[in-house]
């Protein structure tokens, strides 16, 4: 079994296509929807994705609220820079052991989303 794409319900997919796409570089795979219930797909082309969905039923329960995500980066220094120009708060990476290091930082919806590093 392989994880096709994980979903989040966004409320503006300009500003979270800004955000995955434009800052974290997810490619767009697909777009489509009516302006009322856009979906937008992001990651590589075989791989796992993630789905944007914006519009249709409301969301119970806070969005973003108890979900994270993991994405390794190709350049972690080059996407802080990135960030930090865009303002985006970088807060202190935790380090569990020397071979690894991580960011926690928040989508425009809240969720969380933490930026890997494997070192060395």
């Keep these: 079994m392989t994880i096709n794409w994980t979903t989040i319900h966004v409320k ?11 800052l974290l570089g997810l490619p767009v795979a697909e777009r ?3 302006p009322e219930h856009q979906i937008a797909m992001l990651g590589p082309e075989e ?9 249709g039923p409301p969301i119970q329960g806070p969005v973003g609220a108890g979900v994270s995500m ?4 190709d350049n972690m220094g080059e996407l802080l ?4 120009a865009a303002g985006v708060s970088i807060p202190e990476p935790m380090s569990p052991n020397p ?20 070192l060395g």
Excluded: N, W
């Excluded at 071979?99 to 989303?113: A, C, E, K, M, N």
């Design 99 to 118: 071979s690894l290091r991580f960011f926690f930082i928040q989508d425009p919806d809240g969720y969380t989303v933490q930026l890997v590093e494997q």
């Design 70 to 73: 993991g994405f390794t980066p």
């Design 47 to 55: 791989g796992t994705k993630l789905e944007l969905l914006c519009g």
């Design 32 to 34: 489509f929807g009516p």
């Design 81 to 84: 820079e990135k960030l930090a």
């Design 12 to 22: 503006d997919m300009e500003a979270s296509l800004a955000f995955y796409h434009g």
